[in-house]
């Protein structure tokens, strides 16, 4: 089973399609260390689509309000969505896996599951 499919307890599977969700861009803060910005020599996130929150650790612009939605996010969510930085995007972005509680939270949160 790939770890973007679940088992429930009734046996059912699901698939989770990141492409039509969106759902973690728009319900959590994605914040890192700020060298994976481009202000450092290694780094690669647009600093210009970050803020600090604290004096090492920045945030995606939008992921900070009380109705979160990264400013990368283009799309529907729900619908059909894409990362306007994908290939640079964070390691925040990079280790969040489909199928577990944090993305189930976020797809009842915006109303994907119920």
């Not at 307890?9 to 803060?29: F, N, S, W």
């Not at 939605?69 to 925040?92: K, M, N, P």
Request: net charge negative; charged share 20%.
């Amino acid at each position: 089973m790939s770890v973007s499919e679940q088992v429930l307890p009734d046996a059912e599977v699901l698939e989770y399609d990141c492409q039509t969700c969106g759902a973690c861009c728009a319900k959590y803060r994605v914040g890192f260390y700020w060298a994976e910005t481009d202000a450092h020599p290694l780094g690669f996130v647009p600093k210009h689509l970050t803020h600090s929150i604290s004096p090492y650790r920045v945030a995606m612009n939008g992921t900070s309000s009380p109705t979160p939605r990264c400013v990368a996010l283009e799309g529907v969510v729900g619908e059909q969505v894409s990362c306007g930085i994908y290939a640079e995007r964070s390691s925040t972005c990079r280790e969040f896996v489909a199928g577990t509680p944090e993305c189930i939270k976020a797809r009842v949160f915006n109303g994907i599951l119920d």
